[in-house]
């Protein structure tokens, strides 16, 4: 396969409203205009999957409805069972190649790699017309969030982030509540989650330096194509909260070159209620307090507090985000009930809302008011489900309905990976979303795009 150029830092500017408009004719590169379903003579959609043995296994349980046409992973034996369940499936170990031989025989393809495959699959099968499901966070970097949503919009491709309660009932009642008046005007949110581990429920490892020397590759496992698009790195294994293990099949996320850390894992899930609920997009700054950093991997655990400016109606809002075993002070109106793990809290002039995991269903505090109050008027229309309604906008070409569609999910993965500028560089960076750089903090750019192997870009 010959190299791809490797892809420069561009200033690019594409917000959640302009997506709604027409698509923007393409300049920069021709790609396959979207094509008559493959699957179209039984009304399926022909899915292929990249990263099938773990997230994306699920992911494709949830899409059985259709026809699972190609598989591909990296270690085809961690992946045997997914493979077992569909037996026609062709057989990958490199997207690239699947993408290429595939390309008349696939509609859609669903990613569950790791982080920093995302973008360089999802681009790919975009600019050939595929539609892209692709587990959370969408992208390892800002650049790559600001690319992926330019790319979606001008392909005009149906998209789809993983955060899965996107598509529940809890996620609808946040707006309904915030936007009945439930809990006034709402100046400040708290977030929080127990990962990257706590001492009674261990994640993955974070605050470590690379470990040295080498072990031998596992028989099944292609340890180059795992590393795709990053710097070449021996195989090893180290001490982890679980015992010993390497970067793959799971401890990869705590590293800067594979993940996101905890706010790619879980942010994504319990900031959600508060980006759609209060129409929160770029921030203008953020802190953040750390444990000790270092170059390979994130800090064991993280307070991050986002500043957002005022936008329409709606005042500024200060969102604190907790990692690592970290949480906000417990509200007096929680009476006898106890801080879980994760979680969401919006603090009102007039009350206070709480929240689980995954936009999960919120509660008003005391309970005294949430039995006052009952259920908000329902304004919102219900979603058949995360996965369904992707399908249903994957058939009938409206990007626009599939609700974590890149549209939405991209702005909003971007303000998230903003506070991971000011883990790594522990100091307050100021941030100009219009042209994608910190005003005060120009050493910021080393991280807001990256390196990418030859062959790996964008």
Request: hydrophobic share 40%; with cysteine.
């Amino acid at each position: 396969m010959a190299n791809r150029k490797e892809t420069s830092k561009q200033k690019i500017n594409i917000s959640r409203r302009d997506f709604m408009g027409a698509a923007a004719a393409v300049a920069a590169f021709t790609f396959v205009p979207k094509c008559v379903m493959a699957g179209s003579a039984s009304n399926k959609l022909n899915i292929a999957g990249i990263g099938v043995g773990g997230r994306g296994a699920s992911d494709l349980e949830a899409l059985e409805s259709e026809n699972i046409v190609a598989l591909c992973d990296v270690d085809l034996d961690r992946a045997k069972g997914t493979i077992k369940k569909h037996p026609n499936a062709k057989l990958y170990r490199d997207f690239r190649i699947m993408l290429d031989k595939e390309a008349g025989n696939i509609d859609a393809v669903v990613i569950g790699a790791p982080d920093h495959i995302h973008a360089p699959a999802a681009i790919r099968a975009m600019k050939m017309g595929k539609h892209v499901y692709c587990e959370k966070p969408m992208a390892h970097t800002i650049y790559e969030a600001r690319e992926m949503t330019k790319v979606a919009k001008e392909t005009g491709v149906v998209t789809q982030m993983g955060n899965q309660g996107h598509g529940g009932e809890g996620l609808r009642l946040y707006w309904e509540f915030i936007n009945d008046g439930a809990i006034g005007t709402v100046r400040e949110v708290h977030v929080w989650s127990d990962r990257a581990g706590t001492a009674q429920r261990p994640w993955w490892p974070q605050g470590i330096d690379r470990p040295k020397g080498s072990d031998p590759i596992p028989e099944g496992l292609d340890w180059d194509l795992w590393l795709g698009p990053a710097r070449w790195r021996p195989y090893v294994t180290f001490p982890t909260r679980k015992g010993r293990g390497s970067y793959c099949p799971f401890n990869w996320r705590g590293w800067w070159d594979f993940g996101c850390g905890a706010i790619g894992d879980m942010a994504v899930h319990n900031a959600d209620p508060a980006f759609f609920a209060l129409d929160l997009d770029a921030p203008t700054a953020v802190e953040a307090e750390t444990s000790e950093v270092n170059d390979e991997t994130l800090p064991i655990s993280n307070i991050i507090r986002f500043e957002f400016p005022a936008r329409g109606n709606r005042p500024a809002v200060k969102m604190t985000w907790y990692d690592g075993g970290k949480l906000p002070s417990k509200p007096a109106e929680m009476e006898g009930r106890r801080m879980d793990g994760n979680g969401i809290l919006f603090v009102g002039d007039k009350g206070k809302l709480l929240g689980p995991s995954h936009a999960g269903a919120p509660r008003l505090i005391p309970e005294s008011r949430m039995k006052e109050y009952g259920k908000p008027p329902r304004k919102l229309p219900r979603s058949p489900g995360h996965h369904a309604e992707w399908i249903d906008a994957c058939k009938a070409g409206k990007p626009e309905d599939a609700k974590s569609g890149f549209w939405y999910a991209g702005p909003f993965v971007e303000a998230l990976l903003v506070g991971n500028l000011a883990v790594r560089l522990k100091k307050r960076v100021e941030w100009d979303s219009k042209a994608m750089r910190s005003p005060n903090c120009p050493e910021a750019d080393n991280y807001i795009t990256k390196f990418y192997r030859a062959g790996w870009g964008l």
